[in-house]
């Protein structure tokens, strides 16, 4: 793993654009008004054959995101974890497993995909059997005023 201060380096200023193209379609997508926002870190990673990344959440961001760069290693999948820590406690049989009944979520490896999500979201990347996975990871912290005057009434979803 790097230092994760690649965000300052001139060489991978089409990454960052790419990470604030991403937050800002996310922003404009889910009705934010966000006054700014900055990377806190990015950094490359590269896992060999035996290696992992174990479940985790990036505290103190609102928005992570990786950008896989090379991947021989098909097995290497990142997945989501379900939320709810108590969806995966108890769980009838499902007659078919859909996006609203999982309890993980994973992506196959596809390089030059960019993938952001939610820093709160706990993920983790399957072992590597063989091959490699190269990637570079971020994390976005909004800035300016960030709270909310009023929450969502049931009134307002009829």
Request: hydrophobic letters at 45%; aromatic letters at 8%; one cysteine or more.
């Amino acid at each position: 793993q790097s230092a994760p201060d690649l965000h300052r380096d001139p060489a991978f200023a089409p990454l960052v654009e790419a990470a604030h193209a991403a937050v800002r379609t996310a922003h404009h997508a889910l009705g934010y008004v966000v006054e700014g926002f900055r990377l806190t870190g990015t950094w490359a990673n590269a896992l060999p054959a035996g290696h992992h990344h174990p479940v985790r959440s990036h505290a103190n961001n609102f928005w992570s995101g990786v950008l896989l760069l090379q991947c021989d290693a098909p097995d290497s999948r990142l997945t989501f974890l379900q939320p709810n820590p108590a969806a995966r406690v108890t769980l009838p049989t499902r007659a078919s497993l859909t996006p609203a009944n999982a309890t993980t979520w994973s992506l196959p490896p596809e390089p030059g995909v960019l993938v952001l999500f939610p820093s709160w979201l706990e993920h983790h990347v399957a072992p590597v059997r063989r091959g490699e996975r190269v990637s570079i990871a971020f994390n976005v912290v909004l800035t300016g005023d960030l709270l909310e005057p009023r929450s969502l009434q049931w009134s307002d979803l009829r």
